[in-house]
């Protein structure tokens, strides 16, 4: 599986514009982009996906550079219930079985 | 109508006691998860069942055994507790394991305490 490396942690004051930076260096041609956070005591929330091109649904965008070896979540407009883990991951191939390979994650705070 | 269930959310044992976490998924799914989530907070896969067969089995202790009665269910029997296996453990499913786009949907997570 393809190593991401996040930002520890963020700050962000509520209702402004949260982007988290990730890299994937590594990333292989047919691998995804997976995001998912964890709020305080509870299990991971699905965010986004993305391969190449730019996706952006109700929770969140997500922006992939064109050599596929970054990416950047927003949250357009964060509150104080985005106040959470974000883990940016490269989905895996076969030999892992589909499991998701957690990292560190970037623990994203939200200011009032 | 909870996507992900686990049973009990919270279970607190003496060393040495041998115990079961139980799952349910009611979303179809043919693929289950277990993930454990230390102290540190770091969260990996223990073990994946697809269609009650199993898949993925990390390097993790004999003492924990998956049982899968069938799809809809993925239980973890731990025998012989330690200390060491005090952590949060989370169930998920996913709809198959042949694709890279399927997402994973988690349970609650059970919080066990060793003592």
């Known amino acids: 599986d393809a190593k991401t490396t996040q930002p520890t942690s963020m700050d962000c004051a509520e209702g402004r514009a949260a982007n988290l930076p990730c890299n994937h260096s590594?990333?292989?041609?047919?691998?995804?982009v997976y995001w998912y956070r964890q709020i305080h005591s509870q299990g991971p929330q699905y965010i986004i996906h993305g391969l190449k091109n730019n996706e952006t649904n109700e929770m969140a965008s997500l922006i992939i550079t064109e050599d596929r070896k970054s990416s950047t979540l927003i949250l357009p407009h964060a509150t104080l219930r985005d106040t959470a883990v974000y883990y940016c991951i490269v989905r895996g191939g076969v030999d892992s079985g589909y499991a998701l390979n957690f990292g560190k994650g970037t623990s994203l705070l939200v200011t009032p | 109508d909870t996507a992900v269930s686990q049973t009990p959310k919270y279970l607190v044992t003496q060393m040495g006691n041998d115990k079961s976490i139980k799952c349910e998924q009611n979303?179809?799914?043919?693929?289950m998860y277990w993930y454990k989530q230390d102290s540190k907070k770091f969260l990996k896969i223990m073990f994946s069942?697809?269609?009650?067969?199993?898949?993925i089995n990390e390097t993790v202790p004999n003492r924990f055994s998956p049982k899968s009665p069938d799809k809809a269910h993925l239980n973890l029997h731990i025998n012989s507790l330690e200390l060491g296996d005090s952590a949060v453990y989370f169930c998920?499913?996913?709809?198959?394991?042949?694709?890279?786009?399927?997402?994973?949907?988690f349970g609650p997570g059970t919080r066990l305490l060793v003592l």
């Open positions: 979303l179809g799914h043919d693929t």
């Open positions: 590594t990333i292989s041609g047919n691998e995804y």
């Open positions: 069942y697809n269609n009650k067969e199993l898949i």
């Open positions: 998920a499913s996913s709809p198959r394991t042949s694709g890279r786009r399927e997402t994973q949907y």
